[in-house]
C-alpha cells in the first residue's frame, strides 16, 4: 500500500453540538508523519476522529487521496485510512491474532474468515510490533504496553495509505515508545498522531500541530514550531532548546522541577 494524501480544507469539528476546532486547512505529505500536540480538551481526539471520518466535519472538508473522506462509503474508508483509538473497547475473549485480523475486514466478504494473504498480513503485523510469540494469547493477558502494541497492529494489518494515532506511546515505557514510532516510521505510511511529550513530537515526528483556542495554532517542522515562547504560551512550561552533542539534533529542555 503506497502512502496516501491527507488534508484538510477550512475544517471545523465539533462534538455534541460544541464547535471545539475551526478552520483548519493542513496538508500532509504522502509518507510523513504529523504530531498533534496541545493541552487536554484542546481538541486532538475529536480532529483525528473528524480526519478518520468517524466524525462529521462541522464545516469545511477532509480528503484522502483527493476525495472527500466524509462521502466515502465505511469499507472504502477503511482501506485508506485505519484509526487507532486511545483506550478501545475490547472485544471479550479475543486472542490477539484475531484481534489483529480485525484490520482486515474491509477486505473480506461477509462471514468470511479470511485466506491466506490475511493471514500473512496478520503475521507480518505481530512481527512489526514485537508480538509474534502473543498471536494465539488470550489478549486479557497483555500487559498495557503490550495492548497498545497489538492495537497498532491490527491498524498495521489494515494495510491504508494513512494511519491516524490517538496517543499511541500511552502505556510504553521509553524503548516501546522508541520503537513504535521507529515502526511507524519504517512502514512509510502517512501518519497523523496525537501525543503529549513534546520530547517525541520534537524528535520522532516531521512535522507538529499545536492546537490552541480552537484553532491551529502553528504547524510546521518541530524546531520551528516548538520554541520556548511557544511552549510557554500554550503549556505554561518554561522550555529551552538544546543541541544533542552527536547528532546536533535540536531537543527541548523543560524547566527543572527541583
Known amino acids: 500500500m503506497s502512502a496516501g494524501a491527507l488534508c484538510t480544507r477550512d475544517l471545523s469539528c465539533a462534538v455534541g453540538g460544541r464547535t471545539v476546532l475551526s478552520h483548519v486547512s493542513l496538508d500532509v505529505e504522502p509518507g510523513s508523519m504529523l504530531a498533534v500536540v496541545g493541552v487536554n480538551g ?71 474468515s479470511g485466506g491466506p494473504d490475511d493471514r500473512d498480513a496478520v503475521r507480518e503485523a505481530l512481527h512489526h510490533v514485537d508480538l509474534m510469540d502473543a498471536e ?55 501518519t497523523v498522531a496525537a501525543v503529549h511529550d513534546l520530547g517525541l513530537a520534537l524528535a520522532c515526528f516531521d512535522r507538529v500541530l499545536v492546537l490552541h483556542d480552537g484553532r491551529a495554532h502553528a504547524v510546521g517542522p518541530g524546531a520551528h514550531v516548538l520554541t520556548p515562547d511557544l511552549v510557554a504560551e500554550v503549556f505554561g512550561v518554561a522550555a529551552a532548546h538544546v543541541t544533542h552533542p552527536v547528532t546536533g539534533r535540536t531537543h527541548l529542555l523543560l524547566e527543572d522541577l527541583t
Not at 77 to 102: H, K, N, S, T, Y
Request: include cysteine; proline fraction near 5%.
Open 136 to 190: 494465539h494469547r488470550s489478549c486479557a493477558t497483555l500487559s498495557g504496553g503490550e495492548m497498545r502494541r497489538a492495537w497498532l497492529a491490527r491498524g498495521i494489518a489494515q494495510d491504508t495509505g494513512v494511519l491516524v494515532l490517538d496517543e499511541p506511546t500511552n502505556h510504553l515505557d521509553v524503548r516501546h515508545q522508541l520503537d513504535l514510532l521507529r515502526t511507524v516510521r519504517a512502514l512509510g505510511r502517512t
Open 42 to 112: 484542546s481538541g486532538k481526539s475529536t480532529l483525528l476522529r473528524t480526519l478518520s471520518g468517524l466524525l462529521p466535519a462541522a464545516g469545511g472538508q477532509v480528503e484522502v487521496d483527493g476525495l472527500d473522506v466524509h462521502l466515502l462509503a465505511a469499507r472504502d474508508r477503511a482501506r485508506r485510512i485505519a484509526f487507532v483509538d486511545q483506550d478501545p473497547a475490547l472485544p471479550a475473549d479475543l486472542l490477539v491474532g484475531e484481534l489483529v485480523g480485525l484490520g482486515r475486514t474491509p477486505y473480506r466478504s461477509p462471514w468470511s
